[in-house]
T-cell receptor, first 117, second 117 residues
Framework: GAVVSQHPSRVICKSGTSVKIECRSL??????MFWYRQFPKQSLMLMAT?????????EQGVEKDKFLINHASLTLSTLTVTSAHPEDSSFYIC?????????????FGDGTRLSIL | AQKITQTQPGMFVQEKEAVTLDCTYDTSDQSYGLFWYKQPSSGEMIFLIYQGSYDEQNATEGRYSLNFQKARKSANLVISASQLGDSAMYFC??????????????FGTGTLLAVQP
């Protein structure tokens, strides 16, 4: 079964709306989670690393004020796309790794398809 | 800086045949992990196989095997006995360090595999 849950799976909203996406680790505590963005037919691009109890680390070129990340608990990270515009339409996907799992891979949520009209 | 290169944007393979998806990487780290993920059209990221930089034997998982050539910095995925359900996007990814939950994954551009009946 899924070890990382992401919600919602799809969002369609008007330009100017803020959208919150949740990423939960289901059976482990994740001090670190990762947020990726994927445009159609392109690769996953890391946006930021979400750190529990501290500020997120953003990749170069990603606007901190546009993409707000909150990691308030050991099992939940949220990404808020503020004042979303059509160019923010994309597939957003989160991942996390169980710290105690050795060389095991990161587990991904099922992603969120965001469409801004 | 670490980099993953997948030079095949798309591949065709006949059902029941084997196919090799290419991946080369670049890193200055001695310790790293290499991963392959499958992404069907629905969007979820499905972990397929992992190879650690110190692993002497090539990883295998069912019909998937990883042809790891460390000196050439390549980590090609071999899928044997292709099935129609194998049609998907395939991503090669690298994580610097071994086992770290805080170490991010960097992805290649992906290869779209189409299995023909």
């Amino acid at each position: 079964g899924a070890v990382v849950s992401q919600h919602p799976s799809r969002v369609i909203c008007k330009s100017g709306t803020s959208v919150k996406i949740e990423c939960r680790s289901l059976d482990f505590q994740a001090t670190t989670m990762f947020w990726y963005r994927q445009f159609p037919k392109q690769s996953l691009m890391l946006m930021a690393t979400s750190n529990e109890g501290s500020k997120a680390t953003y990749e170069q070129g990603v606007e901190k004020d546009k993409f707000l990340i909150n990691h308030a608990s050991l099992t939940l990270s949220t990404l808020t796309v503020t004042s979303a515009h059509p160019e923010d339409s994309s597939f957003y996907i989160c991942s996390a790794k169980n710290p105690g799992s050795g060389n095991q891979p990161q587990h991904f949520g099922d992603g969120t398809r965001l469409s801004i009209l | 800086a670490q980099k993953i290169t997948q030079t095949q944007p798309g591949m065709f393979v006949q059902e029941k045949e084997a196919v090799t998806l290419d991946c080369t990487y670049d890193t200055s780290d001695q310790s790293y992990g290499l991963f392959w993920y499958k992404q069907p059209s629905s969007g979820e990221m499905i972990f397929l196989i992992y190879q650690g930089s110190y692993d002497e034997q090539n990883a295998t998982e069912g019909r998937y095997s990883l042809n790891f050539q460390k000196a050439r910095k390549s980590a090609n995925l071999v899928i044997s006995a292709s099935q129609l359900g194998d049609s998907a996007m395939y991503f090669c990814a690298m994580r610097e360090g071994l086992g770290g939950a805080t170490n991010k994954l960097i992805f290649g551009t992906g290869t779209l595999l189409a299995v023909q009946p």
